[in-house]
């Protein structure tokens, strides 16, 4: 069931300290992922193909309403947390309050820290968290043109 891969930060940091023990290697990227998209998908993908296990940080709602407008999320942060728990490359869902997930990846101390190739290494938060323990930060394809955005424009074009 995808509600199983969806945990809170306190079981999920016990969960992947024990899989750390066992030697897998932990991927994790976050977001809003509000419209799942063909970006989305591919971009989860090939964040897993870098570990073992996928750990996917998700926006609140309220976070996402502060990061993208009053009328963010379309889909509510269950709704989006079951089906990117549903895609076979993402292995753990935790939605977060804050608008970054600085805390959550202090909590969770992943391996590997990915995000979109819209980012800039440098900039991708928690990866001075990362590094300082050994582990790599990467950014990721980006594909041109596929984007939450995008989908949402295009939506209300053609609703005219």
């Known amino acids: 069931m995808p ?13 992947l300290q024990q899989k750390q023990v066992e030697g897998k290697r932990i991927v994790f990227t976050n977001g809003c992922f509000d ?44 709704e989006r947390a079951v089906v990117l728990a549903a ?10 309050e804050e ?3 600085y805390e959550l990846i202090k909590a969770l101390q992943p391996d590997i820290l990915v995000k979109g190739g819209d980012w800039n290494v440098a ?5 001075d968290l990362v590094l300082a323990r050994g582990g790599e ?8 043109g596929l ?3 995008n989908v949402i424009q295009k939506i209300q074009r053609e609703g005219k």
Do not use: M, W
């Not at 989305?40 to 998700?58: F, P, S, T």
């Not at 895609?87 to 977060?96: A, D, G, M």
């Not at 900039?123 to 990866?127: C, E, K, P, R, T």
């Not at 930060?137 to 041109?144: C, E, N, R």
């Open 3 to 15: 509600q199983n891969k969806i945990q809170s930060k306190d079981d999920l940091a016990r969960i």
């Open 99 to 101: 608008d970054i997930p």
């Open 35 to 78: 419209i799942l998209h063909a970006g989305h998908v591919l971009y989860l993908a090939e964040a897993r193909a870098l570990g073992d296990i996928l750990v996917l940080g998700l926006n609140s709602d309220a976070s996402v309403k502060r990061l993208k407008g009053a009328q963010r999320p379309i889909n509510g942060q269950f």
């Open 137 to 144: 930060v990467k950014s990721l394809s980006f594909s041109q």
């Open 123 to 127: 900039d991708i938060v928690g990866s």
């Open 87 to 96: 895609l076979e490359s993402v292995s753990y869902v935790c939605i977060f």
């Open 147 to 149: 984007s939450t955005t």
